[in-house]
């Protein structure tokens, strides 16, 4: 594969991991404001999993 192809695969997995990131502390934030404890439990376990 090319050197320029290989950074692009790269960038855009950055960028998924990312996306996933910032959707999971979103859903987080929202958890916690309807105090429901077992999404933020399942929500905290998947960050860790993405980490």
């Known amino acids: 594969m090319s050197n320029n192809r290989v950074q692009a695969i790269q960038k855009a ?4 991991k990312q996306n996933i990131q910032r959707s999971l502390e979103h859903r ?6 309807k105090g429901d404890d077992k999404l933020i439990r399942q929500l905290e376990a ?3 999993y993405f980490a």
């Open 13 to 16: 997995q950055e960028a998924h």
């Open 28 to 33: 987080l934030q929202v958890a916690r404001a």
């Open 46 to 48: 998947e960050m860790t």
